[in-house]
């Protein structure tokens, strides 16, 4: 009785993970076999694409997008690094403000997600136009020069770049820096530490985790991203995204949209590996106290 | 760490064991076209519901225009969507389920002539039955009964034609007259060119001084080379489909190759569409049913509307583009002697001398695809 | 710290008092700062929604104040129909993933089972996954079948996002749990399957609720994901970046700032209903010790003042 009652009771948690693990495993897995299945076709849109184990697909289409690629890392590292830097003394300070003034800060922040991600963007194209003020501001700071303009460079795509995963970079330093017990501070300061070293050798640290936490989730989804740079950016702004985009809808050209696609997820892949490794899954999922 | 490693790895191995046993059994090829039966519309009496999709500011769609009075007239719901933006980009997101002989819902669509020759070719299309369009062929223009793209108009009927030539902010570059004219670095990253391989190329091919009709495919290359140099030196801000109306409109472009009946788009004065001194372009959208249409009586009904001359002459004097339907210039003389009279409505021959068709690139269906590739690289960016 | 002192001083000047202020309150401004760029979007978007424009296309320019397009900012149909579509698919998103991720959750948290660190993986890859991957291979698999795309394979799409950012929240806000209730209603002898129904569920609620809030404004959110996997089917964001090609109707602008008021309304009912469910419960937050604030080191006696 009380053996069929345990076997029973150990084989709950897979009845409760079940339904969930095989709709991941069903829509999130399995697809990436058939766009690695896609990847080894080759044909032409008008004729169709049949299997015949194309690898060179892969290094094909590394050559013909080298440069996106390259681009896409670019746009994506900057973005990522401004909007630690402009993070990370955010969350500093939301964690420091009163009770009152901390759900207003945090609601501030993620406030943005609020209004649907094109939109934002389009409103980030509005700000930037030729014609609007804030680039006459930029224009007499001569940040800009006096014939250029803001909208279809670079640096547009890598504003709404930041702009748009800024969040993703707050609330994980924002979460570790919460939990940074300040007595900690204290006593290095104690111990004759100057704020400087108290920070670089305490604070900084302890918040580790979340910098590596935002930096990842700022970094992944910015390099795949093709939003920014279709709305804000010109002919020379196309990240991979783009171009991935452009294959699979315009062109229809599956085989080399999916080795492409397939080239960014192992880069990332390789990332994720090393994010784990950094600070371990544990860490990063807080399991409940295994003590009870 | 280590049963995560270990998961990953046995993760691999069944992706890779699933890879190998689906090789093995996967024969069908994907794509290349609906090799079903090719259907007839059928006729019928119009009632109920009908999706057109169309070009933006071909048509108006506001409560006094010609989709309401079709509404009133045939007790039918029209939904019309203008999302046809670029042929390539609307073919693409429709492909998937023509393909499988779908509509999308889509009754009727418009797209340019080549498009539809390559839509009909892939089996997309339904076919036309010519009694059931006894008002569209009562009325066509005597020179687009035939076409090069549908000789004997089985599966397509025009609904505008254009010209491709400069819109041109006359009051900041007045002096842009030609496709060369593009191309002066003092318009940098002032210029917009259309993402439409068949408008944009000839006209780079005409400026050059090549004739389109004995244009080789090294000398379409060569011109997509000349666009590569222009968009990475930032010449050329952007490509764009309809959109550029958005960039003249908010002073973005100075100037930018367009379709000369989009006047109703920009929103800017001092705007005005001009024939390029070395080169043009003549296009004719065409109206076509796509397999699994639902609703074909009403689409029928809808193409033969529009060819009454009452009908298209609101067309004509709302969208500006030439009119494929006789006896229109008349009714358009007696409501306003100017609009008779002009020249995007009603081009005089020497306006469309000597301007290229939309044409396909050079060579075999292999050249092709190449020659599209490249300028499908140099527009995406 | 300086040591106290009793000779008065005469007060510093204007410059480095002003100096000083600026040192200590550096932080706030800068927060401050940081908070109007993250919010300047919105308010382009709110403004933007009330210029009389020609065309009623949005054209960049500031324009006399109008409220038509809020009178009728429901006066386009192809706009109607996407924002329908898109509630539609994102209430049934949401229903799908909150029940999936919550049963997940628990499982999660309450349970140890070989397979657990798998399962954690397998929750944090599609979010840590670009868009754009999950939507290639979706659309990957989809051509493969020759499923048509539509509201079925949106919803699909939709459902697979969210659950991960179900689990999480939940997850969180189990591992706060003050398990000492369930324990007590068990001693007074209720069955696992009550203990559930009536204690765990309603602590729970305030949890659920969140991430069901997270995945609804996840799904009517999602733009690339939807892009590649929707065929015809048009919701909002692809609505708006079709109609951003040819001239964005002021419409739009309206109705986004719309969403954004009543979604900023939901979460802040949400954080007043969790605060109040927290005090009624005695259901400790996640982080029992005190919040630490660090707060500048009280000046010592006798400062000079200033």
């Known amino acids: 009785m009380t053996r069929g009652v345990t076997i029973r009771r150990r084989l709950i948690p897979y009845w409760l993970l079940a339904p969930g693990a095989i709709w991941l495993a069903l829509f999130f897995v399995v697809p990436m076999y058939f766009m690695g299945e896609l990847a080894l076709r080759s044909g032409t849109p008008a004729i169709g694409f049949t299997f015949d184990w194309a690898w060179s697909n892969f290094p094909d289409s590394l050559d013909g997008n080298t440069e996106q690629i390259v681009r896409s890392f670019y746009y994506s590292g900057v973005a990522t690094v401004l909007a630690l830097l402009i993070a990370y003394p955010l969350a500093y300070a939301i964690a420091q403000a009163s009770e009152r003034w901390r759900p207003l800060l945090l609601f501030a922040v993620i406030a943005p997600f609020f209004t649907t991600y094109l939109i934002r963007t389009i409103a980030w194209k509005t700000i930037l136009a030729d014609s609007s003020p804030v680039v006459d501001v930029l224009r007499t700071l001569a940040l800009v020069p006096d014939d250029g303009r803001v909208l279809a460079t670079s640096g547009a795509v890598i504003a709404g770049l930041t702009y748009n995963f800024l969040p993703f970079m707050i609330l994980p330093i924002y979460a570790s820096i919460e939990r940074l017990d300040m007595r900690l501070v204290e006593a290095a300061k104690d111990l004759y530490a100057s704020s400087r070293q108290a920070f670089l050798r305490v604070t900084l640290p302890i918040t580790a985790p979340g910098i590596v936490a935002g930096v990842l989730l700022t970094f992944i989804p910015a390099f795949g991203d093709y939003v920014n740079a279709a709305i804000l950016g010109g002919t020379n702004q196309a990240m991979i995204g783009n171009r991935i985009q452009s294959l699979y809808l315009f062109q229809r050209d599956y085989p080399e949209a999916a080795a492409l696609s397939f080239l960014m997820m192992a880069l990332i892949l390789i990332m994720v590996v090393v994010y784990i490794r950094l600070a371990g899954t544990e860490a990063s999922m807080g399991e409940e106290d295994e003590g009870r | 760490m280590k049963a995560a490693t270990r998961t990953l790895v046995v993760a691999a191995l069944m992706l890779a064991a699933a890879l190998v046993a689906a090789a093995c059994g996967s024969e069908d090829t994907i794509g290349g076209g609906n090799q079903g039966e090719v259907q007839v519309a059928k006729a019928g009496k119009p009632t109920g519901d009908i999706t057109i999709s169309n070009w933006p500011g071909y048509i108006d769609p506001g409560k006094n225009g010609t989709v309401a009075e079709f509404e009133d007239k045939f007790d039918v719901n029209v939904s019309h969507i203008e999302d046809v933006n670029d042929n390539v980009q609307f073919f693409g997101k429709l492909q998937p389920q023509l393909e499988q002989g779908q509509s999308g819902g889509r009754s009727l669509f418009v797209v340019t002539d080549w498009m539809a020759k390559q839509m009909y070719d892939l089996g997309y299309l339904q076919e036309l039955n010519h009694p059931d369009l006894k008002t569209v062929f009562d009325n066509i223009r005597p020179e687009l009964e035939k076409s090069e793209s549908d000789p004997q108009r089985k599966f397509s009927i025009p609904w505008q034609g254009g010209l491709t030539g400069i819109w041109v902010d006359t009051k900041k570059a007045p002096e842009i007259k030609s496709v060369d004219d593009l191309f002066d670095p003092k318009y940098k990253g002032k210029v917009t060119m259309l993402t439409e391989m068949r408008d944009t190329v000839p006209l780079i091919l005409q400026s050059q001084g090549i004739d389109v009709d004995e244009a080789t495919k090294e000398d379409w290359l060569a011109a997509i080379d000349r666009l590569k140099e222009a968009a990475d030196s930032g010449q050329i801000r952007r490509f764009t489909g309809n959109e550029y109306t958005e960039d003249l409109t908010s002073g973005n472009v100075v100037a930018a190759i367009g379709w000369s009946g989009d006047a109703s788009l920009i929103g800017r004065e001092g705007v005005e569409w001009r024939k390029p001194t070395d080169g043009c372009d003549l296009f004719f959208d065409q109206m076509v049913i796509p397999a699994g249409a639902p609703n074909t009586a009403a689409a029928l009904a809808f193409m033969n509307f529009v060819y009454r001359p009452e009908v298209q002459a609101d067309i004509a004097e709302y969208v500006n583009y030439v009119t494929p339907v006789e006896g229109v210039q008349e009714i358009l003389t007696k409501r306003d002697p100017e609009l008779g009279q002009n020249p995007l409505i009603f081009p005089p021959a020497g306006l469309t001398k000597g301007c290229s068709g939309d044409p396909d690139p050079p060579g075999d269906a292999k050249d092709q695809q190449e020659v599209t590739e490249a300028f499908q690289d140099v527009i995406t960016g | ?306």
């Open chain 3, 1 to 306: 710290m300086e040591p106290a002192t009793v000779t008065a001083r005469p007060l510093p000047s204007l410059p480095a008092r002003a100096w000083r202020w600026l040192r200590r309150n550096a932080l706030r401004i800068y927060a401050g700062l940081a908070v109007t760029y993250m919010l300047i979007p919105i308010v382009v978007i709110a403004v933007f929604s009330f210029g009389e424009t020609p065309r009623d296309r949005l054209d960049f320019a500031l324009h006399s104040f109008t409220l038509e397009y809020w009178q009728h900012a429901f006066a386009i149909e192809e706009l109607n129909d996407a924002l329908i579509t898109s509630v539609k698919l994102a209430g049934l998103a949401t229903l799908g993933s909150t029940v999936i991720g919550t049963l997940m959750a628990l499982a999660l948290v309450r349970h140890k089972f070989f397979g657990r660190r798998a399962a954690n993986l397998l929750i944090i890859l599609p979010m840590a996954s670009p868009e754009i991957v999950i939507g290639a291979a979706l659309l990957s698999m989809f051509v493969y079948y020759q499923v048509a795309l539509g509201f079925t394979t949106l919803l699909i799409a939709h459902i697979m996002f969210s659950i991960s950012f179900v689990v999480v929240v939940v997850r969180s806000r189990l591992i706060g749990f003050d398990r000492s209730l369930e324990e007590a209603a068990q001693d007074l002898g209720a069955t696992p399957l009550e203990t559930f129904r009536y204690v765990t569920l309603p602590l729970l609620a305030p949890g659920i609720v969140a991430a069901a809030l997270l995945a609804f404004a996840l799904s009517i959110d999602d733009f690339v994901i939807s892009n590649f996997n929707s065929g015809t089917t048009v919701t909002f964001p692809l609505y708006v970046f079709g109609v951003a090609l040819r001239g964005i109707p002021v419409q739009v602008n309206a109705i986004a700032t719309m969403l954004f008021i009543v979604t900023s309304l939901a979460i802040l009912l949400v954080i007043w209903q969790q605060r109040h469910a927290e005090r009624m419960a005695a259901v400790q937050p996640e982080t029992e010790r005190e919040p630490v604030i660090a707060q500048p080191l009280p000046p010592a006696p006798g400062a000079a003042g200033g």
